[in-house]
């Protein structure tokens, strides 16, 4: 169901050992100007919210409550910031889209994630999710958009597999897929997670132990 196949057991074995290390909080960001100093690589998780984002941090880091996750859209509110043994940094974003706060401080937050995405000079890698129910919808062809301007290589990662029969994941695939091959920012090959089970989550690892 997931695509553990296109990694070789060296590189399943890297991402482990990156992420078996330690793996600290260290900063929160709601500002621009509040972003912690330029250190290691970042990798950004980036989509609507709701989707997953928090959760797969956490499950990639295999801890439970670092990143808080809530079922209700809109939780996370400002840019975190995870070190994973000095290699890495992981950055939880908030995510865009259908959030029951005020307008004014969504789009501050929404700002505040795309002035990131747009401007890190440390930014090396987003992964950016999609709830595999939905599919792509328009607010991720507009973060899509402005990652292949600002020349930031992203790869869809679709959530929540688990909610869709598995005779559908095939197609939520072959749908992200075709989306991807438009952007040129894009990796060509979209992957696929379940979070709560951790399926697929070390191959998830594998290539972002490749950018350390
Ligand atoms: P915001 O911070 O609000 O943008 O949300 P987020 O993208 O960080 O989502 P979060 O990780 O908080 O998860 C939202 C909800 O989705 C929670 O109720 C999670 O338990 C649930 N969830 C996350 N991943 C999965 C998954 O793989 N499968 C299922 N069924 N639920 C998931
Ligand atoms: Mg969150």
């Known amino acids: 169901m997931t695509d553990d196949t296109q990694f070789t057991d060296e590189a399943i074995e890297a991402g482990r050992r ?3 290390g330690r793996c600290d909080f260290i900063a929160g960001a709601a500002s ?8 290691a690589p970042e990798v950004a998780f980036a989509g609507r919210s709701n989707v997953g984002k928090s959760s797969l941090v956490n499950a990639l880091t295999g801890r439970t409550t670092l990143a808080r996750v809530s079922s209700k859209p809109g939780h996370t509110r400002q840019l975190n910031f995870f070190d994973l043994d000095g290699r890495l940094e992981l950055v939880d974003l908030p995510g ?12 501050g937050w929404q700002d505040l994630a795309a002035a990131y995405l747009r401007g890190r000079p440390t930014l090396v890698r987003v992964c950016l999710l999609i709830d595999s129910r939905h599919g792509v919808k328009e607010s991720d062809r507009e973060t899509m958009r402005n990652l292949d301007k600002a020349a930031v290589v992203y790869q869809l990662v679709l959530t929540k597999i688990d909610e869709v029969p598995p005779s559908k994941v095939g197609a939520a695939l072959d749908a992200a897929r075709a989306v991807a091959r438009q952007h040129a920012a894009a990796h060509p090959e979209p ?10 989550i070390p191959a998830r690892r594998a290539p972002l132990a490749a950018l350390v």
Do not use: C, H, M, W
Request: glycine residues 10%; aromatic residues 10%.
């Open 18 to 20: 990156l992420f078996a």
């Open 32 to 39: 621009i100007e509040s972003l912690p100093p330029i250190g």
């Open 96 to 107: 865009y889209g259908f959030a029951q706060v005020s307008k004014s401080l969504k789009a």
């Open 191 to 200: 992957l696929a997670t379940r979070s709560e089970t951790k399926a697929g």
